[in-house]
């Protein structure tokens, strides 16, 4: 469990330092790359993002606990991923992001290795449990 702590608090903060400067950067993302036609979503997917990345910090507290949620959190990884190496593969997106995909799939790497390194929580019986026994 210990390895899950690490793995997902390690995740959450640095999923936070990467995405909220973003928030600042939208001249400069649309400048190297295309104007930003929709803010709406550039700022919806930066709060979504951030909004996750609380959520690996919430999962490295009780790994044991969150355990299902490391399942959710693995496809959070690879709904970017795959789509970006199929894009790339197609010559519609450049190394630079296929470079961050290949982060967020070690990260998914990660993530699967810390959900089958920890044990389900137990389940704890009721107190009326205890009193018919």
Same mark, same amino acid.
């Given at each position: 469990?210990?390895?899950?702590?690490?793995?997902?608090?390690?995740?959450?903060?640095?999923? =936070?330092?990467?995405?909220a400067?973003?928030?600042?950067?939208?001249?400069? !993302?649309?400048?190297?790359?295309?104007? @930003?036609?929709?803010?709406?979503h550039?700022?919806?997917?930066?709060?979504?993002? !951030?909004?996750?990345? !609380?959520?690996? !910090?919430? =999962?490295? *507290?009780?790994?044991?606990?969150?355990?299902?949620?490391?399942?959710?959190? =693995?496809?959070?990884?690879?709904?970017?991923?795959?789509?970006?190496?199929?894009?790339?593969a197609?010559? *519609?997106?450049?190394?630079?992001?296929?470079g961050?995909?290949? @982060?967020?799939?070690?990260?998914?790497?990660?993530?699967? =290795?810390?959900?089958? *390194?920890?044990?389900?929580?137990?389940?704890?019986?009721?107190?009326?449990? *205890?009193?018919?026994?």
């Amino acid at each position: 469990m210990r390895f899950a702590k690490i793995v997902f608090l390690i995740a959450g903060i640095y999923g =936070i330092v990467v995405i909220a400067p973003q928030y600042g950067m939208e001249d400069v !993302i649309a400048r190297a790359s295309t104007p @930003i036609t929709h803010p709406e979503h550039f700022y919806g997917f930066l709060g979504l993002c !951030i909004a996750w990345q !609380i959520m690996f !910090i919430l =999962i490295s *507290r009780a790994p044991d606990r969150f355990r299902p949620a490391m399942l959710v959190a =693995i496809v959070e990884k690879l709904v970017f991923v795959v789509p970006v190496y199929l894009l790339y593969a197609r010559g *519609r997106v450049n190394g630079q992001v296929v470079g961050f995909a290949s @982060i967020d799939l070690m990260w998914a790497v990660l993530f699967t =290795i810390s959900y089958l *390194r920890t044990p389900s929580a137990s389940v704890v019986p009721n107190a009326s449990a *205890r009193r018919a026994a």
